[in-house]
């Protein structure tokens, strides 16, 4: 069973908007925080944000610079990721991910399951 399922990237102009949508099975969603990371090609993957079970704790990568929001919806099962003021350097593939064990900004070894991704690319 597919576990996370991204959708909402696509194709947009510098200074657009994009909202992503994750999509997950109860089990894997139920409990933990939800977040999101970004690879270009040749980067690392890197944190962009994470939202604790019950919402009280968020947490940024500086890379958003205070443009993106992540919010999620617990009767749905549904993370999103709002993306405004969108520049070139956004492009790339945008993975959800579950944690267990959220205790600040995401890192790699704290991911329990990863999205496949849905890429977002940013026209100059």
């Known amino acids: 069973q597919v576990q996370l399922v991204e959708s909402g990237g696509g194709l947009v102009q510098a200074g657009g908007s994009l909202r992503l949508s994750c999509a997950a099975s109860?089990?894997?969603?139920?409990?933990?925080?939800m977040g999101w990371f970004r690879q270009t090609s040749g980067k690392e993957r890197e944190f962009v944000a994470g939202?604790?079970?019950?919402?009280?704790?968020?947490y940024y990568g500086d890379s958003t610079k205070g443009r993106f929001t992540i919010s999620r919806d617990n009767a749905k099962n549904t993370v999103y990721l709002q993306m405004n003021s969108l520049e070139p350097e956004d492009t790339a593939i945008y993975f959800c991910?579950?944690?267990?064990?959220?205790?600040?900004?995401?890192?790699?070894?704290?991911?329990?399951?990863w999205g496949q991704g849905t890429q977002v690319r940013v026209s100059s």
């Open positions: 109860e089990r894997t969603f139920r409990g933990n925080a």
């Open positions: 991910v579950a944690s267990s064990t959220m205790a600040g900004p995401l890192t790699r070894a704290a991911v329990d399951y």
């Open positions: 939202v604790s079970w019950s919402g009280g704790r968020i």
